[in-house]
């Protein structure tokens, strides 16, 4: 059974920073994008940041550019978000997605909370 396990979150001041990890097992990890996906309360599900199959490209959304950077190894089937400069509307459930055509996996999700 294909595994996605998220760790790393937790509770941060504002400006400060994290890193999030997610273990992957039970499937060809360097054959899938990988990205990052987070869920406020009362908000839908939305994409944080992307890198291919080999690590080659990376794409973010604007709201992070600058401050967080996706990178993964393939030998350890691992991916990673580390997260700069981080704000409270940067707070969510954080989840990892595992992407090779129509096959598509989710993490549990792991809570960022950005407060004073």
């Known amino acids: 059974q294909v595994r996605l396990v998220e760790s790393g979150g937790g509770l941060v001041q504002p400006g400060g920073s994290l890193r999030l990890s997610c273990a992957a097992s039970?499937?060809?990890?360097?054959?899938?994008?990988m990205s990052w996906y987070r869920q406020a309360p009362g908000k839908e599900r939305e994409l944080v940041a992307s890198i291919s199959s080999v690590g080659g490209s990376a794409t973010y959304t604007d709201s992070v550019k600058g401050r967080f950077t996706i990178s993964r190894d393939n030998a350890k089937n691992t991916v990673y978000l580390q997260m700069n400069s981080l704000k409270p509307e940067d707070t969510a459930v954080y989840y990892c997605n595992a992407k090779y055509y129509i096959s598509n996996y989710w993490g549990q999700g792991t809570q960022v909370t950005v407060s004073s």
């Open positions: 039970r499937f060809t990890f360097s054959s899938y994008a």
